[in-house]
């Protein structure tokens, strides 16, 4: 059974599509105290549908029928309003600004639950469940290159690559390729950081190497998509 404590957020308006992505974030705040007292107040006009504290504690802030307002301006496969399609998941951590560090296993063993529980309820396909940072890549760097999302994706959730083993030597095969995934390549090397955090943790710069192009690849392959 999931611990959850509701504490209404106020920001929040309707929605005017159906849900169909799970998006998620670190809070960059000191505690979960904090965090939760900042998506609950009014003058912060910021909010998510759900809060995990390190302890793996629910609280629910925004019903999931209405529209939070986690998400900013986004991008994704061609969406440019993911609030309006999306869940907003907040996972207390300092993030970069006051010491970032690895995500409790009891908050993830959560968030993992609340995933199984959400993609049922509202049928979301469970490669729909990104990073802030994959839907807003020159904004964001949330929930970071500690977030573990091959644990995710051995449970089933989020995007993760085949071996790719292949290589594609096409002329513009990377920005291609990232935009086909669904990424926004306005700015390819913030595109490229983006892709790495999540992909490619142990190599955060904006250079795409040779295996950043396979990874790539890997994710056409399990996408089962051709550019």
């Given at each position: 059974?999931?611990?959850?404590?509701?504490?209404?957020?106020?920001?929040?308006?309707?929605?005017?599509?159906?849900?169909?992505?799970?998006?998620?974030?670190?809070?960059?705040?000191?505690?979960?105290?904090?965090?939760?007292?900042?998506?609950?107040?009014p003058k912060s006009s910021v909010s998510a549908h759900y809060l995990i504290d390190e302890k793996g504690f629910i609280y629910h802030l925004v019903d999931d029928e209405k529209r939070a307002w986690h998400a900013g301006t986004s991008f994704w496969q061609g969406c440019t309003d993911l609030n309006n399609r999306s869940l907003g998941i907040e996972l207390a951590n300092p993030g970069h600004s006051y010491g970032y560090q690895p995500f409790p296993e009891a908050q993830i063993d959560t968030l993992l639950?609340?995933?199984?529980?959400?993609?049922?309820r509202w049928n979301?396909?469970?490669?729909?469940?990104?990073?802030?940072?994959?839907?807003?890549?020159?904004?964001?760097?949330?929930?970071g290159h500690l977030f573990p999302w091959s644990t995710l994706a051995r449970e089933g959730f989020g995007l993760w690559p085949t071996s790719g083993l292949s290589l594609s030597k096409e002329e513009g095969f990377?920005?291609?390729?990232?935009?086909?995934?669904?990424?926004?390549?306005?700015?390819?090397?913030?595109?490229?950081?983006?892709?790495?955090?999540?992909?490619?943790?142990?190599q955060l710069d904006d250079r795409a190497d040779e295996e950043t192009c396979r990874l790539i690849q890997g994710l056409l392959d399990s996408l089962k998509v051709l550019i």
């Open positions: 059974m999931l611990k959850i404590k509701k504490v209404p957020s106020p920001h929040f308006n309707d929605r005017t599509g159906l849900i169909d992505s799970i998006i998620l974030h670190y809070t960059d705040m000191p505690s979960a105290d904090e965090a939760l007292a900042w998506l609950t107040s639950r609340i995933c199984e529980q959400q993609c049922t979301i396909p469970k490669t729909r469940i990104l990073g802030h940072s994959d839907i807003a890549p020159c904004r964001k760097q949330d929930p990377i920005e291609k390729g990232l935009d086909t995934i669904g990424y926004e390549t306005v700015s390819l090397p913030h595109t490229v950081r983006a892709f790495k955090r999540h992909f490619q943790p142990h």
